[in-house]
């Protein structure tokens, strides 16, 4: 198991609507995704806000989408990603949809910057049509994410790659020495001493 607030693989989470959900037509609704499908870090709350809160900060790719079902003609589906309870990113737009199915999906995906602590995402649609909703099963209306690669503190957990040094840094371990070289010795161990790192024995730096 990892350590508290380490990035090894993950976080990482999949989660998805499992019924059909009615939603007020022409209002951004959030998609209440009741249920997971992984969520490595238990940072996807899926019984109350349904929402993602990464307690390991970095960049996140995450992915939605939504399967719209009406009783008459669909006028517009819209999907966005919301961050911290604003929307961050839209996706794509569909109109007007007439055929007898009276379905159609969208899409989104985008790149995330998370603070590793109070930010956190989640998934609306916005429909015009009779009667809406959001069509639910694993499939259908779903959003899923992961930490981006590069913010990974360990590039080789499970040992994929070989154990040496010429490995490590062609996988862009050492990418970032001189930026850290040049900050000075006070400020690395400021910041070491403000990040509240602790050794294997939990001894702490001062």
Same mark, same amino acid.
């Given at each position: ?66 399967? !719209?079902?009406?009783? /008459?003609?669909?006028?517009? %589906?819209?999907?966005? *990603?919301? $961050? ?83 490995? !490590?840094?062609?996988? /862009?371990?050492?990418?970032? %020495?001189?930026?850290? *070289?040049? $900050? ?23």
């Amino acid at each position: 198991k990892l350590a508290t607030n380490v990035a090894g693989n993950g976080p990482t989470f999949a989660a998805y609507r499992n019924a059909d959900q009615s939603i007020t037509t022409s209002t951004w609704t959030k998609a209440q995704l009741n249920t997971e499908e992984w969520d490595t870090a238990s940072a996807f709350d899926s019984s109350t806000n349904y929402r993602f809160t990464p307690q390991v900060a970095g960049y996140y790719q995450i992915n939605g989408g939504i399967y !719209a079902g009406a009783s /008459g003609t669909i006028t517009r %589906i819209i999907i966005g *990603i919301y $961050k911290n309870g604003s929307i961050y990113k839209i996706g794509n737009y569909m109109a007007p949809i007439t055929a007898d199915s009276l379905r159609g999906v969208a899409v989104v995906s985008s790149m995330v910057y998370m603070n590793g602590s109070t930010d956190y995402v989640e998934l609306y649609g916005y429909i015009t049509a009779t009667s809406p909703v959001f069509a639910g099963d694993s499939a259908q209306v779903y959003m899923n994410g992961f930490l981006d690669e590069k913010d990974r503190i360990f590039s080789n957990l499970y040992g994929h790659d070989p154990v040496n040094l010429e490995s !490590a840094s062609k996988r /862009g371990d050492f990418s970032q %020495i001189s930026e850290i *070289i040049s $900050k000075g010795r006070k400020q690395i161990i400021e910041e070491i001493k403000s990040s509240g790192l602790r050794g294997r024995g939990g001894a702490g730096f001062s």
